[in-house]
């Protein structure tokens, strides 16, 4: 039995050390403790363990101090060669700061036949990987070994094990279990290997024959251009395309610097193929494509009146837009390249008032190229500006996408949504759309996947949008505001009759011969069957009734099929929208004010209740933002602080007030239903209703004053579709009665206050007593 030792340990983390081995050890703290404690000793020995995460080493290998002294780097080192393994035991005291353990070395093994075979088979599996990586030196030096313990211990230097594998041979005391171990693992190194080699020899292969082909279409382009065959490939066509191509200077010498770059490149290169793309999309645009204005000043307010009824301010728009173009270019003002006449319009409505269809028009009337880009949803400014063409799939954005569609660098671009852009992480669109829009600034237009200037000052750019609310200030600025507030019943009659009848009649297979429909049918549908700013429900609703028709002439009905006032409820139903103002103001504390929705103007009634006792000062409903909240704040406190010059009894004012804005389901904000909420008040307060034929608008102040509103015009429009024949505007907006349709001011009588109390005077209707002073 071997003879145990009380050796200094020493734990290692990075090495796993086996008998046979000479190693280098970095000498720290404990390391030259442990060194210190050896060399105290008679025979300078040390053991050497792996250090374990989960547990302390069973076996160590015991060294034995060969040299201390520096590494090249200057740091404190020792060499310690293995000269056995030892079982680790119980901890002992010894001299120093070194960890003192029992060791027990371990005997070597019998050697049985079997292990002679395994001994046997492990050197033949070594020898023959040391040869497969031309080893040749240590394929002799391994050769020459014959104590299996000592064959078997090499596994240390083993590049193919890793340390969790060693530190299990280290802890394999058995002879027969160390070299079974050693032969699986080897096997499956080999197995490993010869994959690899199989796949490496494939790549190399591969790479030979791409090669070869690449030479071959080398030579094979080099016989044909000597003998003057077929026509020119590659690199060669592109720099034939860019010298004849018409573009100008700057953007020709960027193509022949991307040339040069393809011609130096491979063709298995990745950047070529970014090169080629980049090189199409620049050849393919219109550089110095333009197509010729129509200057005819009448012939084009023609085209526009034949095409759209009404619409006069944009009508007027484009016309002066024309004859400032004719003018520019009858003194040579227009150059390629210099800032032209570009304009930028911006048409803002309701839905269905033909915003996007007038970007057509004009296009017809000028006789330019038509695109549009439609914006709604856009959340990625490389939308606008385009990729960097480092990127994988990188595109140029819709401007430029756009004019290469177009043909032509003056076409009508029409913007459409542009209130619709939103911004992400990714970056904000309309911020990118600034410099578009701008005037001064897209003459040298920059596009991220171009890189080259593009000349954008003679595109007209006119874009839409439903509320200007929701465009960025400083987008907004640069462009020209041009209104569409909606239309009158007359002009929807108009429009019926002229643009959406014979549409409808072609879509349904029906003549003039077989159906007709008379104006009384067309005014009730477009009064009590529609209740919108544009047309669009209204053209349903005559493709309703023409189905209809189409199915009667089917079914045996002679012709023709007059639709008039009497058979609309056969074919499409009864009146969705009936005058209600009488009926809803018929109580007191109900008042009928105006507003504007992203859908066009609205009628909008306020409801004002008496809360019992114990409640809150002042309860709020119908989804109220907090601009109308402050409102109802402001009119209460108003009503309240004039109560008794209102005919107001005090005491009823200091119950709770709960005020109420129908549809609960529709958000609403803004400080315009001041006034109506004030009436509304002193309604509920003295027992008066409102007159169901008025309406109201205004901003109210703390003092009384009616302040200013936006939307005039949608606003009395929808006044007149409610049936609405007097409303109280606020004085300072007298100027935007301009811009209100003559029929609209016969039909609805506008009084133009400063001060609620003269809304009050009028609005309310007279008291069955009186008692006192009536508010004037």
Same mark, same amino acid.
């Given at each position: 039995m071997s003879e145990t030792k009380n050796l200094p340990l020493l734990f290692l983390s990075d090495v796993v050390v086996l008998p046979g081995m000479v190693v280098p050890i970095e000498l720290d703290e404990a390391a030259q403790a442990a060194?210190?404690?050896?060399?105290?000793?008679?025979?300078?020995?040390?053991?050497?363990?792996p250090r374990l995460a989960d547990r302390y080493a069973e076996y160590g290998a015991v060294t034995t101090i060969e040299k201390v002294g520096r590494f090249s780097r200057g740091g404190p080192a020792a060499v310690l060669r293995a000269t056995g393994r030892a079982r680790i035991g119980s901890g002992v005291t010894g001299p120093g700061a070194a960890l003192w353990v029992e060791a027990t070395p371990v005997e070597p093994a019998e050697l049985t036949d079997h292990v002679r075979e395994l001994t046997a088979e492990y050197?033949?599996?070594?020898?023959?990987?040391?040869?497969r990586r031309e080893a040749w030196q240590i394929v002799d030096q391994f050769s020459s070994l014959i104590d299996p313990e000592q064959i078997a211990d090499t596994a240390g230097w083993a590049p193919y094990l890793n340390n969790d594998r060693k530190r299990e041979l280290l802890e394999t005391p058995d002879l027969e279990q160390r070299l079974t171990l050693l032969v699986e693992w080897l096997r499956e190194h080999a197995a490993e290997v010869e994959v690899n080699d199989s796949i490496s020899n494939e790549v190399r292969e591969g790479m030979e024959k791409s090669q070869r082909e690449f030479l071959l279409r080398q030579q094979l382009a080099a016989i044909r251009k000597e003998l003057g065959e077929g026509e020119p490939d590659g690199a060669d066509d592109y720099r034939t395309r860019v010298e004849t191509a018409d573009v100008p200077d700057a953007v020709r010498e960027a193509l022949l610097r991307e040339v040069d770059k393809l011609e130096r490149s491979s063709e298995q290169s990745p950047e070529t193929s970014w090169i080629r793309t980049w090189l199409d999309t620049v050849l393919d645009l219109p550089w110095n494509e333009k197509t010729t204005d129509h200057v005819d000043i009448d012939a084009a307010r023609a085209v526009l009146d034949a095409d759209h009824h009404g619409l006069d301010?944009?009508?007027?728009?484009i016309v002066e837009y024309l004859a400032v173009r004719a003018r520019r270019a009858e003194r040579g003002l227009d150059v390629v390249g210099g800032r032209g006449s570009g304009a930028v319009i911006l048409l803002a409505g309701p839905p269905g008032v033909?915003?996007?269809?007038?970007?057509?028009?004009?296009?017809?009337?000028?006789?330019?190229?038509?695109?549009?880009?439609?914006?709604?949803?856009?959340?990625?400014?490389?939308?606008?500006?385009?990729?960097?063409r480092t990127y994988v799939g990188a595109l140029p954005g819709r401007i430029v996408r756009a004019i290469k569609e177009a043909g032509s660098m003056n076409p009508v671009v029409l913007l459409d949504e542009v209130d619709k852009v939103g911004s992400d992480y990714r970056g904000d669109p309309a911020a990118a759309l600034l410099e578009v829009l701008d005037p001064a600034q897209n003459h040298t237009f920059r596009d991220h996947y171009l890189e080259l200037d593009l000349d954008l000052s003679d595109v007209l750019f006119i874009a839409t949008a439903n509320v200007v609310e929701q465009i960025p200030g400083p987008l907004l600025d640069r462009m020209e505001l041009v209104t569409l507030d909606g239309y009158t019943e007359d002009d929807k009659v108009a429009i019926a009759r002229d643009f959406l009848l014979p549409r409808q009649l072609e879509r349904s297979a029906l003549t003039t011969d077989e159906v007709s429909i008379t104006d009384a049918a067309l005014r009730e549908i477009a009064a009590d069957y529609t209740r919108e700013a544009g047309v669009?429900?209204?053209?349903?609703?005559?493709?309703?009734?023409?189905?209809?028709?189409?199915?009667?002439?089917?079914?045996?009905?002679?012709?023709? @099929? $007059?639709?008039?006032? *009497?058979?609309?409820?056969?074919?499409? +139903? /009864? =009146?969705?929208f009936t005058p209600d103002s009488h009926?809803?103001?018929?109580?007191?504390?109900?008042?009928?004010?105006?507003?504007?929705?992203?859908?066009?103007g609205d009628v909008l009634y306020i409801e004002a209740s008496v809360l019992p006792e114990g409640s809150s000062g002042l309860t709020l409903t119908g989804q109220l933002g907090d601009v109308m909240k402050e409102s109802a704040q402001i009119a209460l406190t108003y009503v309240r602080s004039h109560a008794v010059e209102l005919g107001v009894d005090p005491a009823r004012l200091d119950r709770p007030v709960h005020v109420h804005v129908p549809a609960g389901a529709v958000p609403k904000d803004g400080p315009s239903a001041g @006034? $109506?909420?004030?009436? *509304?008040?002193?309604?509920?307060?003295? +027992? /008066? =209703?409102?007159?169901?034929?008025?309406?109201?608008?205004g901003e109210v102040s703390l003092t009384g004053r009616v302040m200013p509103i936006g939307g005039l015009k949608q606003k009395l429009l929808a006044a007149q579709r409610a049936g609405l024949t007097e409303v109280f505007v606020p004085k300072r907006n007298e100027p935007d009665l301009d811009d209100v349709p003559a029929d609209v001011l016969e039909a609805v009588t506008v009084h133009l206050v400063s001060d609620v109390?003269?809304?009050?005077?009028?609005?309310?209707?007279?008291?069955?007593?009186t008692t006192g002073t009536v508010a004037a």
């Open positions: 060194v210190d404690a050896a060399q105290a000793t008679e025979g300078h020995e040390l053991l050497v363990a050197k033949k599996l070594v020898i023959a990987d040391l040869q301010d944009v009508k007027d728009r033909g915003k996007t269809s007038l970007g057509e028009s004009v296009a017809r009337t000028l006789g330019r190229t038509f695109v549009r880009v439609a914006l709604g949803g856009v959340r990625d400014e490389a939308e606008i500006r385009g990729h960097r669009r429900q209204l053209e349903r609703i005559l493709a309703k009734a023409f189905r209809k028709a189409a199915t009667k002439l089917a079914t045996g009905t002679p012709a023709p @099929v $007059t639709i008039d006032v *009497a058979e609309l409820k056969d074919l499409i +139903g /009864r =009146p969705r009926e809803r103001t018929s109580e007191p504390g109900v008042a009928t004010g105006l507003a504007v929705t992203g859908l066009g @006034v $109506t909420m004030t009436t *509304a008040l002193v309604s509920l307060a003295t +027992g /008066r =209703p409102v007159r169901g034929e008025v309406g109201m608008t109390r003269e809304i009050l005077a009028v609005a309310l209707e007279p008291a069955a007593t």
